[in-house]
């Protein structure tokens, strides 16, 4: 099972030289990669949670291509309907390119009423609007050149290349846990990626329902890669009620060595944890995940494939 950092692309500490700090501890730690998060619109509604400065993720993640040597980057999740689907799959297949292969597009519908408002998209559209641009940037990766008629997007005769370099294209982690977006996941993705899990829901009725929606599709389920908490305490976090990644670091080893039992490819560690005046401390945020990169795991061993 491999592990991976969400990178703290927002708020107080979001800076160029913290930036730089993610990718040099990240890296030197041997975790396997290092994944962004998109707003495009910093209303109030999403400034509350996710404050700015927000450092756009395709600016970004092209930042990171140029400063990484050996971890995948990528996005969890880009918010599909912000952008036309050819921009999205173009950026990626560039950045696959000039990277050598080492790019996830992790991808969701999105939440903020106040960003789809300010963009002018009808919210009510968005579950939609993702799944045709998902079927967009799919045949856009694995064509030379596209035509496309739907809903929403029209194209005719257009050039693709450069094309991705990872073949048939980079693997596509989608978001969301409603029977809409489980379908989504099978239908269109390589990955389930859920975030803030606990235990009992993920066993118990999360990985049933991909099940669930898998067999009705007739494919197989796709490869679980989730998001969790990450914050190590020094007391022990009630069973009951935790997290997945929050507690005393044996229960967060537990926690990965649960999540691989139950067929976890890769897990994304997140340090965030929904508390802003916490991740002004970047240095303890970097100690704790070199404390798993040691205790955890022999992350040094993985290589990007």
């Known amino acids: 099972m491999k592990l991976g950092v969400n990178l703290i692309n927002f708020g107080p500490s979001a800076n160029p030289s913290n930036l730089a700090g993610w990718v040099a501890h990240t890296e030197s730690a041997g975790f396997h990669s290092l994944l962004t998060s998109d707003h495009l619109v910093t209303t109030p509604e999403v400034h509350e949670r ?21 971890i995948t980057i990528g996005a969890t999740v880009m918010v599909l309907p912000y952008r036309h689907p050819v921009e999205t799959a173009r950026a990626f297949a560039n950045l696959d390119q000039l990277s050598g292969g080492r790019v996830i597009l992790g991808a969701g519908i999105g ?9 002018n998209i009808e919210p009510a559209r968005r579950g939609a609007m993702t799944d045709e641009y998902l079927d967009v940037i ?3 990766w694995t064509s030379d050149r596209l035509s496309y008629d ?8 257009i050039h693709t290349a450069p094309r991705p370099h990872r073949r048939p294209h980079p693997p596509i982690w989608i978001g969301g846990s409603s029977p809409a977006a489980l379908r989504r996941v099978v239908r269109f993705g390589d990955a389930w990626h859920p975030i803030n899990l606990r235990s009992a829901w993920l066993a118990d009725k999360g990985l049933p329902r991909l099940n669930a929606a898998a067999e009705a599709e007739g494919k197989p389920r796709p490869a679980l890669c989730p998001r969790i908490r990450f914050r190590i305490t020094e007391s022990r976090e009630p069973d009951d009620s935790r997290y997945m990644g ?10 990965l060595s649960e999540l691989e039992a139950l067929g976890a490819e890769h897990v994304l560690l997140d340090t965030y944890c929904d508390d802003i005046e916490r991740s002004r401390d970047v240095e303890s945020a970097w100690a704790m995940l070199a404390t798993v990169a040691d205790k955890a795991f022999d992350l040094a061993a993985e290589t990007v494939r």
């Open 50 to 70: 996710y404050p700015a400065p927000f450092y756009e993720p395709l600016t970004t993640l092209g930042w990171l291509a140029g400063r990484t040597e050996r």
């Open 111 to 119: 939440w903020a009423r106040s960003e789809f408002d300010a963009l």
């Open 138 to 140: 799919r045949r856009y």
């Open 150 to 157: 739907g809903q929403f997007v029209q194209l005719d005769d």
């Open 246 to 255: 929050y507690g005393t670091l044996d229960q967060i080893r537990s926690d």
